[in-house]
């Protein structure tokens, strides 16, 4: 599985951005999907995911109410809306895919990483 996020960009703070995963055609239809982030000096983070069939849906709590994971199963092709942006929220943004159908939190759920997209948030 070959994963290519963009979207990234740069933002002031309030703002708004929609990063997306695009994968092979329907090779991402059956695995839970989910967007990690990192700053620079710091660890991979979870930031959201989302299962096979678009029907769950799980977020840290800094981006709940702001950010929305969402999925386009024929077009193979994960989406993260990202509103009321703030600079803490400034990283590169990773999707990765499980070979779980459910997907979850943890980073060792993932097998297959995408290269990141930058996102800069300006106060």
């Known amino acids: 599985v070959q994963l290519q996020a963009s979207g990234g960009g740069s933002a002031q703070a309030g703002g708004s951005l929609r990063l997306s995963c695009a994968a092979s055609?329907?090779?991402?239809?059956?695995?839970?999907m989910a967007w990690f982030r990192q700053a620079p000096g710091s660890e991979r983070e979870f930031v959201a995911a989302?299962?096979?069939?678009?029907?769950?849906?799980i977020y840290t709590d800094s981006v709940k109410g702001r950010f929305t994971i969402s999925r386009d199963r024929i077009k193979g092709t994960v989406f993260l809306q990202m509103n009321s942006l703030r600079p803490e929220d400034t990283a590169v943004y990773l999707c990765?895919?499980?070979?779980?159908?459910?997907?979850?939190?943890?980073?060792?759920?993932?097998?297959?990483w995408g290269q990141g997209t930058l996102v800069t948030v300006s106060s």
């Open positions: 990765a895919a499980s070979r779980s159908a459910s997907g979850g939190s943890s980073l060792s759920t993932y097998q297959y």
């Open positions: 055609k329907r090779a991402i239809s059956n695995n839970g």
């Open positions: 989302i299962n096979w069939i678009g029907s769950t849906t």
